[in-house]
T-cell receptor, first 111, second 114 residues
Framework: AQSVTQLDSQVPVFEEAPVELRCNYS??????LFWYVQYPNQGLQLLLK??????LVKGINGFEAEFNKSQTSFHLRKPSVHISDTAEYFC?????????FGTGTRLQVFP | EAGVTQFPSHSVIEKGQTVTLRCDPI?????LYWYRRVMGKEIKFLLH????????ESGMPNNRFLAERTGGTYSTLKVQPAELEDSGVYFC????????????FGQGTRLTVV
């Protein structure tokens, strides 16, 4: 069975500071990895995904994530956050048939 | 191009009542998924349609939940009778390939059972 762990339920950070949102997964088979973002009063939006190839994946809005197979991690990073990045972020895995999500990390960016 | 549309956006019903949620997929997307997020917890898979057929309904909580996708277009998810623990946000997602490599989500329906 697959599972996703997002250890940080909330991450407060000041504007222009770097941020890392952690994601670890467990799976006995190869998986696809995703980060989704949910802005206030909106649906889930795909931020980035790892399917194969380069382990460093770049997404929208300046975010990137690195797939680390040995540590079974897929942490999300941004070197300098903006107020507009305030949202909830979900890590997910899939072996194609369904998405399995973590519990989400609420990123709060302060001025 | 229109995205995935869900309605209503919010629904407040009393325990024991019936509620029907609707999802209109992106045109041409044969794969349609329902997910649910109970407050503070992870988003959980409910079921997967390929066109009008249920491919996987392993995540449906119990027989109070009925999902349909007549004609392979829009889908409905009916809860009858609703219980307090059914409260949460119900998301619909569609994917063209069925591989979940790029699933598009609707805004969700927030269901509150009182």
């Amino acid at each position: 069975a697959q599972s996703v762990t997002q250890l940080d339920s909330q991450v407060p950070v000041f504007e222009e500071a770097p941020v890392e949102l952690r994601c670890n997964y467990s799976s006995s088979v190869s998986v696809y990895l995703f980060w989704y973002v949910q802005y206030p009063n909106q649906g889930l939006q795909l931020l980035l995904k790892y399917l194969s190839g380069s382990t460093l994946v770049k997404g929208i809005n300046g975010f990137e994530a690195e797939f680390n197979k040995s540590q079974t991690s897929f942490h999300l990073r941004k070197p300098s956050v903006h107020i507009s990045d305030t949202a909830e972020y979900f890590c997910a895995v899939s072996n194609t048939d369904k998405l399995i999500f973590g519990t989400g990390t609420r990123l709060q960016v302060f001025p | 191009e229109a995205g995935v549309t869900q309605f209503p956006s919010h629904s407040v019903i009393e325990k024991g009542q019936t509620v029907t949620l609707r999802c209109d997929p992106i045109s041409g997307h044969d794969n349609l998924y329902w997910y649910r997020r109970v407050m503070g917890k992870e988003i959980k898979f409910l079921l997967h349609f390929v066109k009008e057929s249920k491919q996987d309904e392993s995540g449906m909580p119990n027989n109070r939940f009925l999902a349909e996708r007549t004609g392979g277009t829009y889908s409905t998810l009916k809860v009858q009778p609703a219980e307090l623990e059914d409260s949460g946000v119900y998301f619909c997602a569609t994917d063209q390939t069925g591989l979940n490599t790029e699933a598009f989500f609707g805004q969700g329906t927030r269901l509150t059972v009182v």
